[in-house]
């Protein structure tokens, strides 16, 4: 599992529940660029990201990943604490 967040507090908060409680192979990134590589060296079966990040977004770092032929089957979660129906809208649509 992959979890990206630029806010490193809520990065760290969600590594130790995941960790602790779940006992995951777990992988973070604190931006999209580094989450990309990521996906790439590790190929995670599911990747937990928020969409708003400073430089490349969560949505069009996953419409890159869906793109790949090598890596357009993992499960891509969006999410954001700042959700708006636009936002929404833009993730399901991110093909």
């Not at 908060?13 to 973070?28: F, P």
């Not at 937990?48 to 990040?53: A, E, F, G, N, T």
């Not at 090598?70 to 979660?77: K, S, Y």
Request: aromatic letters at 0%.
């Amino acid at each position: 599992m992959l979890v990206v967040d630029d806010d490193r507090m809520q990065l760290r908060a969600l590594e130790r529940i995941l960790r602790d409680q779940h006992e995951v192979d777990l992988t973070v990134a604190d931006n999209a660029i580094d989450a990309m590589i990521a996906v790439g060296a590790h190929k995670p079966d599911l990747v937990i990201m928020d969409i708003l990040m400073p430089g490349l977004d969560g949505i069009e770092a996953c419409r890159r990943v869906k793109a790949n032929p090598e890596t357009r089957d993992i499960q891509i979660v969006l999410a954001s604490a700042m959700m708006t129906p636009e936002l929404e809208r833009a993730a399901r649509d991110r093909k």
